[in-house]
């Protein structure tokens, strides 16, 4: 049986970019944690505040830290580190901050803290957010418990989902510049608060290489008690971004 050489050239020059688009990566080279680190986008409409500004701090001695106003020594216990791993808060514009740690194993989402009122939601078991080593096609599908903690010492349960896939690379064009293979991740959110509201939120974000995030587009869907009380869409772009050079 004769084949045409240009069928099967063209099979395995798609297999080599099949292959080679799946080679592992680091994750922090996409995602660059450090103390300092700040990013600023394009504001979405209504907001009077300057730029969309996203920034990480570190926790230094670990996440116990962010209880020392809380009147209950609740939650402390709950958070397990990975081995060699650093504590961060990572910021967004709303002054609202995800929980992370890195470590040897990869990037751990531990919970929120909540600008609204202080409070911390923690979860009960951190989520390994990225391995170190990450690939594309990789998905996660994640329902854990969590304890939102009051500084008033009052505490309620609640429920977190997320559902996320690393799917393709795509370059983007933005204020910033233009970014080449930038990663593209999808992933949802669900936060049952447990008093009958329920917050979600459908994204797509586009993470650079040794930049981070460059491009987002994000709804926010609130519910209470089955009715819809908000839905907006944001969808900041990167303007610029400044890196601790230590």
Known sequence: MRYNLNFITAFFLFCGIKMISQEPFSITDFYPIADQNEWRYTAPDGWKDGDYISKIEEVLGGFTRLFTDFKGEDGKGLFILDEEAKTFRHYDATKA???????????????????????????????????????????????????????????????????????????????????KNCLRIEFDTNWDLGDGTVAKSFNVYHHAKNVGVVKASARFIILKNGNEIINRLVEPDLKSYQFNQD
Do not use: C, M
Request: proline fraction near 1%; avoid cysteine.
């Open 97 to 179: 901050s995800k929980l992370l740690s890195v470590g040897k194993n990869g990037i751990f989402y531990h919970g929120e803290t909540f600008s609204s009122d202080g409070s911390i939601a923690v979860f009960e078991k951190p989520i390994h957010w990225f391995k170190a080593q990450e690939k594309k096609g990789s998905k996660l599908d994640i329902k854990v418990n969590y304890t939102r903690f009051y500084k008033d010492g009052s505490q309620r349960k609640g429920v977190f989902t997320l559902i996320q896939e690393i799917v393709q690379n795509e370059d983007i064009t933005v204020l910033a510049g233009d970014f």
